[in-house]
């Protein structure tokens, strides 16, 4: 009887998951963070979504700015995209409001959600980003990509980039402020005087019509409110039709196990 109810239940597990794979539109999602403060650091241990954990990530390492606004020497406030962190937060470097590539990616490249990139309001971008890792296209039904956006009020332009750096054609997406999910905690900067509240955007492969990828470009002009982000990537685990074959044979085996012993 017991055994006949656990294997009903390893049906509905299978079920869901087959469910979840099939939907195109992925849900939002948790960032499960160690958090003391809005000014200190606030660190990326896990995310959460339809019901699963994952704290396999890959990280942006390597970045090519193509355009930043420049910088008017006569306003602290010109120039676009630039390096910034939590008040009492580490960094890898200090932030620069005319950060070089490297600076980029060491500031994205870490799971410290209050390490960013902040844009002025008015400035254009185009920044490639590349990921430590593939990311492939699964059917766990997660997003592969993680948005972060401080104040809850701003757009990012993004689209795939392949193993050479080249653009994947169509992928484009804009990343919509409006469509951004508060993530529930606030983070206060040294480019501004007091908490915001962090948005969040996940996005699937599938969302953006590729398999794979090695990297986005990051877009933004003075129209999408300068973006203040981070992004971070799932680590493509192996095949999960795998994982659940042999889950199914582990649970066989189990009520096998179970039957002899009750006989
Ligand atoms: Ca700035
Ligand atoms: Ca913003
Ligand atoms: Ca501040
Ligand atoms: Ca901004």
Avoid: H
Wanted: charged share 15%; glycine share 8%; hydrophobic share 40%.
């Amino acid at each position: 009887m017991k055994a006949q109810g656990a294997f009903i239940s390893i049906g509905l597990v299978c079920t869901a998951v087959l469910a979840m794979a099939n939907s195109a539109q992925a849900a939002s999602f948790t960032s499960n963070v160690s958090y003391t403060s809005a000014k200190n650091d606030v660190i990326l241990n896990s995310i959460t979504q339809s019901g699963k954990t994952i704290n396999s990530f890959s990280y942006v390492n390597n970045a090519v700015i193509q355009y930043n606004t420049p910088r008017n020497a006569t306003s602290t406030n010109s120039g676009a995209a630039s390096t910034d962190k939590g008040d009492n937060a580490t960094s890898p470097l200090a932030p620069a409001e005319d950060p070089t590539s490297t600076a980029v990616a060491k500031f994205l490249g870490n799971n410290n959600l209050n390490n960013i990139i902040d844009t002025e309001d008015d400035g254009t971008f185009t920044i490639d980003v590349f990921f430590d890792s593939e990311i492939t296209q699964d059917n766990l039904g997660l997003d592969n990509l993680f948005f972060w956006e401080r104040g809850v009020n701003s757009d990012l332009g993004i689209q795939a980039l392949d193993s050479t750096g080249s653009l994947i054609a169509g992928s484009y997406k804009k990343l919509l402020r409006t469509e951004q999910q508060y993530t529930g905690f606030k983070i206060d900067t040294v480019e501004i005087a007091s908490a915001q509240g962090l948005g969040s955007w996940g996005v699937s492969l599938n969302e953006l019509g590729v398999t794979k990828l090695s990297g986005l470009r990051l877009t933004a002009n003075a129209s999408f409110n300068g973006p203040d982000f981070k992004v971070i990537a799932r680590k493509t685990t192996p095949e999960p039709t795998t994982i659940l074959g042999l889950g199914g044979v582990a649970a066989l085996a189990l009520l096998r196990r179970r039957k002899l012993k009750s006989a």
